[in-house]
């Protein structure tokens, strides 16, 4: 059986997964592959869990749980949790295209979280723009970007206390983000891009000239013509 070597392992697995169809392609699956390396790196759950702790919480070499779709009462679910048992915690929002669900998701999952008893925990909002449209307060936006290059920095610097197979894992993940568009790229444009973009202003032009097109036919069958701010690419 021939094998993709264009695609990550993590990437072609879950591109045959039911759910990559969904409305917001795999990011479920994002997640799932998310805490899957972290539960196979445990020394990288620990590191990321006090990235986001911060330096006020000091630094813990305890093992964390990697919990995902943590289920909270009058809330919902939520996706990904880092636990040492006692005393960090850390929760995680999970998005790549999909918005924030609500206006007050986070704050919601920011009260829940001052029920734990654990003395230094933090709510996470890992998404590609890195920023809540809520108000939580104590919210610590992280960015996909960011996130990989944490990872890609740890890698570095902890290569040679992983064995083989943790070393790989790591190398696939951040493949495997890469192909998701999710790490910093110093080429962005796809060599194809101008000749897109002047695809792109072809069609925008065709439409709007078929849009002022309807817009007078109607109005010469009585039809109100809207106003000149509201013509304009995007509707």
């Not at 479920?28 to 620990?46: C, F, Q, S």
């Not at 919480?57 to 636990?83: C, I, K, M, Y």
Request: charged content about 25%; overall charge negative.
């Amino acid at each position: 059986m021939a094998i993709d070597t264009d695609r990550s392992y993590v990437g072609d697995l879950l591109y045959r997964h039911p759910s990559a169809r969904a409305r917001w392609p795999g990011e479920d699956l994002l997640t799932e592959a998310t805490a899957a390396i972290l539960r196979r790196v445990p020394d990288l759950a620990g590191s990321f869990a006090n990235e986001m702790l911060g330096p006020r919480a000091g630094v813990s070499t305890d093992t964390f749980s990697v919990r995902t779709q943590q289920h909270v009462p009058g809330v919902g679910f939520l996706d990904l949790v880092l636990d040492d048992g006692s005393e960090r915690v850390v929760w995680i929002e999970i998005k790549d295209w999909a918005p924030e669900s609500g206006s007050n998701q986070l704050l919601k999952y920011w009260e829940a979280l001052q029920e734990c008893t654990h003395p230094h925990r933090q709510l996470g909002y890992l998404t590609r723009s890195g920023q809540p449209a809520g108000g939580a307060p104590a919210v610590a936006p992280y960015k996909w970007r960011d996130f990989a290059a944490f990872v890609e920095v740890w890698l570095v610097e902890h290569r040679t206390s992983l064995d083989t197979y943790q070393a790989w894992l790591v190398e696939d993940y951040l493949r495997y983000l890469r192909e998701r568009g999710l790490m910093r790229n110093d080429t962005p444009l796809k060599p194809g891009f101008t000749a897109c973009l002047r695809e792109f202003n072809l069609v925008a032009a065709q439409l709007l000239d078929l849009r002022e097109f309807l817009v007078e036919r109607l109005a010469e069958r009585g039809w109100p013509r809207p106003p000149a701010s509201s013509l304009g690419f995007g509707g």
